[in-house]
């Protein structure tokens, strides 16, 4: 079974920026499209971000130009930069494999000034 850990989370103001990070068991990253997502309270569980084997990127509208995806598969792992944060990125990430696979307990992100 894969594990997946999200880390990287915390408070930040309006404007600021996190990175966040995922740490996956055996060799998934490099073997499948990984992906981002977030689940804001009361709202559905979306899709932010994915990355191809072949390192294409595709992102949600509500963060394009904003977020960038990026995977280091030697080291099983993929990331997630998030700058110029706006309270309504405020959620729960996680990280996954598309299609997803067991869920991680992801990491929390607060904007708020």
């Known amino acids: 079974q894969v594990q997946l850990v999200e880390s990287g989370g915390g408070l930040v103001e309006p404007g600021g920026s996190l990175s966040l990070s995922c740490a996956a068991s055996?060799?998934?990253?490099?073997?499948?499209?990984m992906t981002w997502y977030r689940q804001a309270p009361g709202k559905e569980r979306i899709l932010v971000a994915q990355?191809?084997?072949?390192?294409?990127?595709t992102y949600g509208a509500s963060v394009k130009g904003r977020f960038t995806i990026s995977r280091d598969n030697a080291k099983n792992m993929v990331f997630l930069q998030m700058n110029n944060l706006k309270p309504e990125d405020t959620a729960v990430y996680y990280c996954?494999?598309?299609?997803?696979?067991?869920w991680g307990q992801g990491t929390q992100v607060t904007v708020s000034s």
């Open positions: 990355i191809t084997r072949g390192g294409t990127t």
């Open positions: 996954n494999t598309l299609p997803p696979l067991s």
């Open positions: 055996g060799s998934v990253v490099s073997l499948k499209t």
